[in-house]
């Protein structure tokens, strides 16, 4: 199990775009399954007109997939600082709507690993609803070197 | 089931889309502004545009420039994305779609570039949804 304090170590990502809540299963290097609470206190929830559809867009749903999807690399990649990008994805497909209250859990599995590119597959669900389904998704680890010079300033 | 794109839903960017060209080979432009919420985030002290917000940019150019017999549209899949380069608060986004029908199905190729480089390619498929707003 990975608490939200462990994510925080594991990804860079912050508010408001940190999308991934907890890791509930982990088998490392093959897959996990995490949640990610859906509520109303978005800021994408603010100024929102009467009337608006309150589904949860679809592509940040998508996001906190991949984040769980970091998150299933950065938990055993602890040698080198950095992140994983997503290079690209295919095959999302959306099925019922997410909405502030829900939980979504998400599964993520690996597919395959290669020297700094994995490849992802696995989908989301409320409780027993299908949510997304995500055909593949490939991530390629940056060293932080490359992504965050004032951290390396920082240790030098 | 179907995402319904209509213009009536949450947005998870500030930035607006604004069609410079409407038709089968539409152009829209998106400004990235650095002041856009998700940069707090994605990441401290090095702000990046995130990738599945450059998805997003692509459905609201298509809620906008799919043909008018068509609209609202729902989206059904996103068949592929691929990002190729890095996009930064400042950059003006150019999205480029190319619109096709086969029958009840409408797909949409989208090619987004900065100023810098090409910085994704995107395709949609999509359907109609029937309801007149």
């Known amino acids: 199990m990975i608490d939200a304090a462990g994510i925080r170590r594991l990804l860079p990502h912050r508010y408001p775009i940190l999308l991934v809540d907890r890791v509930t299963q982990l088998v490392a290097g093959q897959r996990l399954t995490a949640l990610k609470a859906v509520t109303g206190n978005e800021p994408w929830y603010a100024e929102v007109a009467p009337g608006t559809d309150l589904a949860y867009p679809p592509t940040l749903l998508i996001e906190s997939w991949v984040q769980a999807a970091a998150v299933l690399v950065a938990s055993s990649n602890t040698e080198q600082s950095g992140v994983m990008l997503l290079g690209s994805m295919s095959g999302v497909t959306f099925s019922d709507p997410v909405f502030p209250g829900d939980v979504v859990t998400h599964r993520v599995r690996v597919f395959r690993a290669l020297s700094d590119t994995v490849i992802f597959e696995g989908d989301s669900t409320v409780y027993d609803r299908p949510a997304m389904t995500v055909q593949q998704a490939v991530l390629a680890f940056r060293p932080a070197a490359q992504i965050r010079p004032s951290t390396t300033e920082e240790l030098t | ?133």
């Open chain 2, 1 to 133: 089931m179907a995402v319904q794109l209509s213009q009536n839903r949450i947005r998870p960017a500030r930035a607006e889309v604004k069609v410079l060209d409407p038709g089968e080979r539409a152009v829209t432009q998106v400004e990235i502004r650095a002041d856009e919420p998700v940069f707090a985030g994605h990441y401290p002290d090095f702000p990046i545009f995130p990738g599945v917000l450059l998805v997003e940019c692509v459905l609201r150019s298509a809620e906008l420039t799919a043909p008018p017999q068509v609209q609202p549209v729902q989206l059904i899949a996103i068949d592929s994305v691929r990002l190729l380069d890095v996009v930064l608060p400042g950059d003006v986004l150019t999205v480029e779609l190319k619109w096709e029908h086969s029958g009840e199905v409408l797909s949409c190729a989208a090619k987004l570039s900065t100023a810098r480089a090409k910085v994704a390619t995107v395709r949609l498929k999509l359907a109609s949804s029937g309801a007149r707003p």
